[in-house]
């Protein structure tokens, strides 16, 4: 007979065969991690899975052939699997984005409570003086004082608009929500605090400091990430709470009238979502369940990770041998008797290089791609906001973007009049005027005629005759030209010294209704009545474009890699004159950037947009506090260079309002002037907003700076009606109606 080998000597294989079948699975630790893993890549990548826009609404659907109003239930709709809300918003959408917010300020929560928790229970349980017993009456305190109750104080007395909401829920969550964990701590601190080990190494002469860091913290540390899956999951049921009673981050006030204010939601969270206080109809069944159904999944998988923690930290399976140390014992195995004869042999070796080069070689390829993307962008970004024949003002809207914006300084302190032009002829002034690169001022009037003007002292260079009324302001190409749009459909081009160039004659009975702008390879596009004409550098006409009904009277703009063009919400492709986007409603406005970013504008809200399949996506907005600064729909908006926004509200018979926004929504400044009409003639290098307008019937000028509360200056200007303006470096061009031309300089 054979003998049998001792149990040490036994096979390992034979070993896991019969240990196997013994081993117990944490299946609350399994399935925590596993609802926690899903929740948190919703979080991660929901914003890109979302199929629509959380903010898009939609008034009526078309359904085959029946026409479908909101709010649509699960699966009734195609495109919308969870239904909408009452205002036609894709909740499967607002589901995927809603998930990113609450779980940062969840997480943020339950780490602040989770430090606050560890200090103040470490320190109650180890002291046993005054100190210690200090601690005990406050954590008993902390303990009687509901969360719920304390956080719905703290929010309403900090306000939830504005930059300050997301501290007003973590301090107001935080305030008292640590004295569970401290209670815990404090038990768990003071069983170490008597055992003997701690009492010899206190004789000998050690600190508390050091028998906290050495003997104390091991011992608590481990149960720390228990304490927090509870304390994120306790933290999500308040935060719901919260939303459910109307308090939640990221919603905005926004004046509708002059004595009404309406509450918007801005980008959703989980609270907002449970939310049914909301004046902006963020309320309905549909909604309601589906973001429950997260919360209570989230807080099922934090409770499950919590116990199952807490029961793998349990001493007796800790001495028990677990699946995992099973595999790992298992997998070592694999590796020692096969995987490492084989990468030892030379042709493992081999292998080893050839995966190692080819790696190198697919990190390498997407590294050169994500460089020369970067390079590609910072080369867009840096060419595409030059303008044209680097002219100071070369259009309406100074440059082909419409961004009136420059990069040098304006008047600061208050100006003194350099001179004014009118002409000996009685006339008026046409829109506003252009600079170009040498300083020249290009003006012209009613006679119809077109001045050049001398920038020193005002004297006419040259001056021309027009075939045809003019409208809008003239425009500059890229080898001094100076085009002028003609009130009956034409267009006409004129030599940097006055020489004509060609005439694109009348093909049409409707009006042109704005000033040409000319693009980056010398294309001229202006507006004829609900067209859009593209004429190129030679005069002859490559497209118009149809389907735009209000008449807008101001040039075109482009976008800023110059692949589209733009009119308020109607944007096409510089190609054909193609509509870009088929959005219904579309945007009210659509900007370009200093920053070489395209901004849309829905109602308050200005957010970057991208197109997709004809469709405009837009980005996260831009949030801010209204409060009293909003007066309606802005009339105008732009964005500077660093990201700071601005909004100009010029309603026609009340005070004009404009103000700047950061890019984190910190409104930086709020100017008030009673002009009626008003016109933002641009920004310069500093920021400084310079805007024009009339006030008791007499034209004023005035400079606004983002940390001023008043303005740098305000000045009066002989005649009524400002039609436009210019910033050239230094000094300000005003156009009034009546009037004439002024050139503002700074003062002595």
């Not at 000597?9 to 079948?21: C, V």
């Not at 007395?157 to 504005?162: A, R, S």
């Not at 100076?482 to 004129?494: H, K, W």
């Not at 703009?557 to 193609?578: C, N, Q």
Request: include cysteine; charge should be neutral; aromatic fraction near 10%.
């Amino acid at each position: 007979m054979v003998p049998s080998l001792p149990n040490n000597l036994a096979p390992r294989a034979a070993i896991h065969r019969e240990r196997l079948p013994l081993v117990h699975l944490n299946w609350a630790l399994l399935a925590g991690a596993l609802l926690v893993a899903l929740v948190v890549f919703v979080a991660l990548a929901g914003p890109k899975l979302a199929p629509h826009d959380p903010q898009e609404t939609n008034a009526i659907l078309r359904v085959g052939t029946a026409w479908v109003q909101p709010p649509f239930a699960p699966f009734a709709v195609p495109g919308f699997p969870l239904g909408s809300d009452e205002r036609g918003r894709d909740i499967y959408s607002l589901l995927l984005w809603a998930a990113r917010p609450t779980l940062v300020l969840v997480g943020l929560v339950a780490a602040v409570r989770l430090l606050l928790g560890l200090l103040i229970g470490l320190a109650a349980g180890w002291s046993a003086a005054r100190l210690g017993r200090l601690l005990d009456l406050l954590i008993s305190a902390a303990l009687t004082a509901p969360v719920l109750i304390v956080a719905l104080a703290v929010v309403a007395v900090l306000g939830v608009q504005g930059g300050q909401g997301l501290w007003a829920f973590i301090l107001g969550l935080s305030l008292t929500g640590w004295a569970e964990t401290a209670r815990v701590v404090r038990e768990l601190t003071r069983g170490v605090r008597g055992q003997a080990y701690v009492e010899a190494a206190r004789a000998l002469g050690a600190t508390d400091l050091y028998l906290l860091a050495r003997h104390a913290l091991p011992h608590v540390l481990p149960m720390a990430w228990v304490l927090l899956a509870f304390e994120v999951s306790a933290t999500i049921l308040t935060v719901a709470g919260l939303g459910f009673l109307g308090y939640y981050t990221n919603d905005v006030w926004m004046m509708i009238s002059d004595t009404t204010a309406q509450r918007f939601a801005g980008l959703p969270d989980l609270g907002q979502m449970l939310s049914t206080v909301s004046s902006d109809i963020y309320t309905g069944p549909y909604k309601l369940f589906a973001a429950g159904s997260l919360v209570f999944l989230t807080v099922l998988g934090f409770n499950l990770l919590g116990a199952g923690l807490r029961q793998q930290l349990n001493v007796e399976r800790v001495r028990r041998r677990t699946q995992v140390t099973v595999a790992r014992e298992w997998l070592r195995d694999v590796v020692e008797d096969h995987l490492r004869p084989a990468f030892d042999s030379r042709w493992g070796q081999r292998a080893q290089r050839a995966v190692a080069i080819a790696a190198l070689a697919v990190i390498g390829y997407f590294g050169a791609r994500a460089w020369l993307a970067q390079r590609a962008a910072a080369a867009n970004t840096g060419a595409a906001l030059a303008v044209p024949g680097g002219h100071l003002w070369a259009t309406e809207r100074r440059d082909p973007y419409g961004t009136r914006t420059v990069g040098y300084a304006g008047p600061v302190s208050a100006p003194r009049m350099a001179w004014s032009f009118l002409p000996a002829t009685p006339t008026v002034l046409v829109g506003g005027p252009a600079v170009a690169a040498d300083g020249t001022v290009y003006v012209h009037t009613r006679e119809p005629a077109l001045y050049a003007l001398n920038p020193a002292d005002g004297s006419v260079k040259w001056s021309v005759a027009l075939a045809d009324l003019p409208v809008g302001s003239p425009a500059l190409g890229p080898e001094g030209q100076v085009y002028v749009a003609g009130e009956q459909a034409g267009l006409l081009a004129f030599a940097a010294d006055g020489v004509p160039l060609w005439r694109l004659p009348a093909t049409t009975n409707g009006e042109a209704t704005g000033g040409p702008m000319v693009g980056l390879d010398g294309t001229i596009y202006y507006t004829i009545a609900g067209q859009v004409q593209a004429v190129t550098p030679a005069g002859q006409p490559l497209w118009r474009a149809n389907g735009f009904t209000r008449r807008v009277p101001r040039p075109p703009a482009l976008t800023a890699p110059g692949y589209y063009l733009y009119l308020r919400g109607l944007a096409l492709a510089v190609s054909d004159g193609s509509a870009v986007i088929n959005n219904h409603p579309a945007p009210d406005q659509m900007v370009t950037g200093g920053d070489g970013r395209d901004y849309a504008l829905q109602d308050n809200l200005l957010a970057p947009w991208t197109t997709d399949k004809g469709q405009l996506q837009m980005g996260a907005p831009l949030l801010w506090e209204f409060g009293n600064y909003a007066f309606g729909i802005p009339t105008d908006v732009g964005v500077l260079a660093d990201g700071t926004a601005w909004f100009a509200y010029l309603p026609q018979f009340q005070d004009a309002r404009f103000v700047y926004v950061r890019p984190d929504g910190t409104a930086t400044g709020f100017i008030r002037f009673a002009y009626a009409p008003g016109v933002v003639v641009g920004l310069d290098d500093a920021q400084r907003a310079y805007i024009c307008g009339t006030r008791a019937a007499q034209a004023h000028c005035l400079a606004a700076a983002p940390a001023a509360a008043e303005p740098l200056w305000d000045v009066a200007l002989p005649g009524g009606t400002v039609t436009g303006g210019a910033i050239a470096p230094g000094r300000l061009y005003v156009s009034v109606l009546e009037s004439g031309l002024f050139a503002l300089t700074e003062g002595d």
